[in-house]
Every structure is written in structure tokens, then in C-alpha cells.
Nanobody, 125 residues
């Protein structure tokens, strides 16, 4: 049984920073690539960033490139998303998700097979 639990969301102002965490339970976190997605009000779920199992490949959506950093600590079974210079348009529920294997799975949410419950990030302008 794989469980993913996000934390770290909250209400911040434009320009502030937040760090999201995703704690994974179950088998072999270090064997799987992971991703962060978000879903804003009235919008479809969209790709934010991903990281391979070893952490050596980290693709980002253009909208967050240079502001967000994805990382992982395989010893702690935890995925992170450092978000800097937050904008109002970053307001969304943020989800972590597990890829079906150790490789980058792309930007489609349909490919990822385990999801957390989400954590709300609200950026006030």
C-alpha cells in the first residue's frame, strides 16, 4: 500500500516562499520517479515538476522554472518542492504523485499511478 501525504501549504503574500513536503510510505520510494502537480480553481490539473529516482533529472513547467525547485531525500522517503517568488497565479491545490518507474514519466497526470490528497497554497496579491 503506497500512501503519499503532502504538507506545507498555506496562505502567503506575493513574493513569499513556501516549501512543500510529500511523505511516502510503502515500498521502495527510492525506486520511483516523482512529480508535483497543481490544480487551480476551475482549471485542469497541471504538471509543475518531476524528479527521477536518483534525482539527476528535474524537468519543470515553464511557468515555474527558475522559481521552484524539486528535490528528494530517499533516506527520509520525502519529496520536496521549494517555491520562491510566489505569484497569485500559483494559487492551487498541490499534489505529489508517483511515477510507474524510476524514469521521468512526462507531464500527463494520467501516467502517474499514486497520488496524495493535496495541500492548498494560496498567494494573496
Amino acid at each position: 500500500q503506497v500512501q503519499l501525504t503532502e504538507s506545507g501549504g498555506g496562505l502567503v503574500q506575493t513574493g513569499d516562499s513556501l516549501r512543500l513536503s510529500c511523505a511516502a510510505s510503502g515500498s521502495s520510494f527510492s525506486n520511483y520517479a516523482m512529480g508535483w502537480f497543481r490544480q487551480g480553481p476551475g482549471k485542469e490539473r497541471e504538471f509543475v515538476a518531476a524528479i527521477t529516482s536518483s534525482g539527476n533529472i528535474t524537468p519543470y513547467a515553464d511557468s515555474v522554472k527558475g522559481r521552484f525547485t524539486i528535490s528528494r531525500d530517499n533516506a527520509k522517503n520525502t519529496l520536496y518542492l521549494q517555491m520562491n517568488s510566489l505569484k497569485a497565479e500559483d494559487t492551487a491545490v498541490y499534489y505529489c504523485a508517483r511515477s510507474p518507474n524510476r524514469y521521468y514519466a512526462g507531464t500527463s497526470p494520467r501516467v502517474y499511478n499514486y497520488w496524495g490528497q493535496g495541500t492548498q497554497v494560496t498567494v494573496s496579491s
